[in-house]
């Protein structure tokens, strides 16, 4: 399977605001018809950074009087941190510093022929593209400016990625599905 990065963004392509909110995106409510379900189905396995994991803990976690019930994901989620996080009982999460590449490699191994899907932040996915272990990107563009914040995406590409797909969901969204198109294949780790 492949390593995917989905995420949503403002029109000015940020994905979280200057405060690392995601507070802009909420407003809009949830798009109409989307196919993220049906993505969600076929991921196996999940990779965040920690400003990610922290805003999900945050905002539905540790308000949650079931703090296990709250955290959104069933499938095993590496964090990437570089700092002590708070742990949530009873979940599949590890903690993971460092390199990308060991991380993708069990990711792997877990996901058998499911997705391993790049959750956030843009830095995070960026490090997956350095490393030639991402196959697709799928934004979310949301009819909203933020002016700064987090990029969605900060890293220049080699190549122009290619674009799978364009879909309107209801009169706020538009969802980009991108395949990575790295110059030297021969550098990209194939998908295992």
Not at 51 to 65: A, F, P
Not at 181 to 192: G, H, L, M, R, W
Request: proline fraction near 5%; charge should be negative; include cysteine.
């Amino acid at each position: 399977m492949k390593t995917v990065f989905n995420a949503a963004a403002s029109l000015d392509g940020y994905i979280a605001d200057d405060r690392n909110s995601l507070e802009w995106l909420f407003q809009l409510g949830d798009p109409e018809d989307t196919e993220f379900d049906r993505f969600y189905d076929q991921v196996g396995t999940i990779a965040m950074g920690s400003t990610t994991y922290q805003w999900i803990y945050d905002h539905q976690v540790s308000v949650s009087n079931k703090p296990s019930d709250a955290w959104p994901y069933k499938v095993p989620v590496w964090v990437f941190s570089n700092r002590t996080m708070p742990r949530i009982e009873n979940r599949d999460i590890r903690f993971v510093s460092g390199s990308v590449e060991p991380v993708h490699d069990a990711m792997c191994r877990e996901a058998g022929d499911k997705i391993r899907w790049i959750v956030g932040g843009g830095d995070l996915a960026a490090q997956f593209y350095d490393a030639g272990l991402l196959n697709e990107i799928i934004i979310t563009v949301a009819s909203v400016t933020l002016g700064k914040g987090a990029p969605v995406f900060p890293r220049r590409t080699d190549a122009p990625l290619k674009l799978l797909s364009v879909k309107q969901y209801g009169s706020a969204f538009a969802e980009l599905h991108y395949e990575i198109q790295y110059v030297n294949p021969s550098t990209a780790v194939k998908d295992q």
